[in-house]
């Protein structure tokens, strides 16, 4: 059987991977199965390249197909930011709380509140690389709502939908969230080839 390792150290990046994942064929491991501790590197200034920078550092530890995950927040009316730097905004690494924050302050009394999650998946197979986008379109309400999710979820309603990524049910926003659909272009790639 094939042998994927998640290469991300976000739990819930983790869960909605898996709860989407639909190939019998490839068993996934989190990077603890893998035997992988401490921080993955990232450190470049696009979503590609820190997907790509995780996949294979995973894979030159594990000799194991690795997937790395990037994702970030786009503002339009924060020209793109937070972005790439969506984890660390505020300033320290995945504080979610801070990170919300800042971008609330930010978009106090801005009437453009359209945003955009995106996240590249980078797919290391040793030969060759393959990246697997998905993006979601949305906008930022003024005050958080909700408790599930994690990140910049309770602040992020996407178009055609009244609750935030937060306030839904996980299968709701599995069912459309930005890394889905990326997860679904990966597992097409995984059916044909
Ligand atoms: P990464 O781990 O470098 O990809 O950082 C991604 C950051 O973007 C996370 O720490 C979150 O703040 C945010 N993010 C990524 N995906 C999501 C999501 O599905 N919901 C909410 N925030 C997300």
């Given at each position: 059987m094939m042998e994927l390792v998640l290469a991300t150290n976000n739990p819930k990046k983790v869960t909605e991977i898996r709860a989407r994942w639909g190939n019998d064929a490839v068993r996934l491991f989190t990077l603890q199965e893998a035997g992988i501790t401490g921080e993955l590197p990232e450190t470049h200034e696009t979503l590609r390249e820190n997907a790509l920078e995780k996949a294979q550092y995973v894979y030159e530890r594990t000799g194991k197909w690795s997937l790395g995950d990037d994702s970030g927040l786009e503002i339009e009316a924060l020209d793109?930011?937070?972005?790439?730097y969506s984890a660390r905004y505020a300033g320290e690494h995945g504080n979610a709380e801070a990170n919300m924050q800042k971008v609330l302050s930010e978009m106090e009394g801005v009437s453009n509140r359209r945003a955009s999650f995106k996240t590249v998946l980078a797919l290391e197979t040793g030969d060759v690389s393959y990246f697997f986008e998905g993006e979601i379109q949305g906008m930022i309400i003024p005050e958080k709502r909700g408790t599930g999710g994690f990140g910049y979820d309770p602040i992020f309603v996407p178009d055609g939908y009244t609750q935030t990524f937060a306030e839904m049910d996980p299968e709701e926003k599995n069912a459309i969230s930005h890394r889905s659909l990326a997860v679904d272009k990966l597992l097409e790639f995984l059916k044909n080839s």
């Open positions: 793109g930011r937070p972005g790439v």
